[in-house]
């Protein structure tokens, strides 16, 4: 990678799930120690644990304890938080779900995803008042925020405009059954591969995966790749952006092999 592109990221979601013991944990691997082989085969991790439940900040800082210095994680957002009518009243939804500890993780503390349900239409005023809940700090660490959004309401260049001003990624996400935005909003990329298909090995065709090689190495330096679906005709700020590529959903028991597939290519 040259000095003029950003940090480039390839992971999964989570690190337990039963049918990887049989694919990707060696045999008889310690359950306890899941994390600690998975950390050190991907370069980043969505913690997806944190939409159902909270955590400790004693769990928190044994996670950052067992990754390699360089590794990150990110971490999905509470349902609290998104699941809601009124999103300008999640203020406190917030407040304590980033409260719990998550900063423990230190400077393995990647972007936060804020994950909306399929059936959340777009209202300006009331995502432009979520917007203003998210800081951009908390506990003296900085804070970077993903917004993923699955209703075609969102499809409009309002929002992409609305998701700039804010300083916020729109996540790139590429199931067939929802609206897909690959406009460039904040300061990094964020993208969900989640039509992994159990046939392949790596969950995606090699062709396939070269191609999102070249897409994520675009990305990374700062081009806006041709051919995906984008919203406005605004073009965003060129700049090098740190990009996190995350194999999730789809048959996820190919998830870690994809992960590690496109690592190859892109080393």
């Known amino acids: 990678m040259t000095i003029s592109a950003g940090r480039i990221r390839v992971g999964i979601g989570g690190w337990t799930f039963e ?13 306890k120690r899941e994390l600690e082989y998975a950390s050190r085969h991907v370069t980043a991790i969505e913690i997806n644990g944190t939409y159902y439940s909270t955590f400790k900040p004693a769990s928190w800082a044994g996670w950052r304890d067992t990754v390699p210095d360089d590794f990150m994680f990110t971490v999905k957002a509470s ?20 409260a719990q500890g998550l900063t423990e993780l230190g400077p393995k503390l990647g972007p936060i995803l804020w994950q909306f349900m399929p059936t959340k239409r777009f209202d300006p005023d009331d995502m432009r008042a979520f917007l203003q809940l998210l800081p ?61 298909e159990a046939a392949n090995p790596a969950g995606y065709t090699p062709e396939a995966l070269d191609g999102w090689a ?13 051919g995906l679906p984008y919203v406005s005709d605004e073009p965003p700020v060129t700049e090098p952006r740190d990009t996190y590529v995350f194999f999730i959903n789809g048959a996820k028991e190919r998830a870690p092999a994809g992960a590690q597939a496109l690592l190859a290519l892109l080393d």
């Open 136 to 196: 951009a700090m908390q506990d003296g660490v900085p804070l970077r925020h993903a917004i993923h959004v699955r209703h075609e309401s969102f499809a409009v260049p309002e929002f992409v405009a609305m998701a700039r001003a804010a300083g916020v990624a729109l996540v790139y996400a590429d199931p067939a059954k929802y609206p897909v935005i690959a406009d460039l909003t904040g300061s990094f990329v964020y993208a969900r591969l989640e039509q992994a």
């Open 19 to 31: 049918p990887w013991r049989d694919n990707f944990y060696p045999a008889k691997w310690p359950h």
């Open 214 to 226: 070249g897409t994520v190495r675009r990305w990374s330096a700062g081009d806006r790749p041709a």
């Open 79 to 98: 349902r609290y938080c998104t699941n809601r009518k009124v999103l300008a009243d999640a203020g406190e939804g917030v407040a304590r779900f980033l």
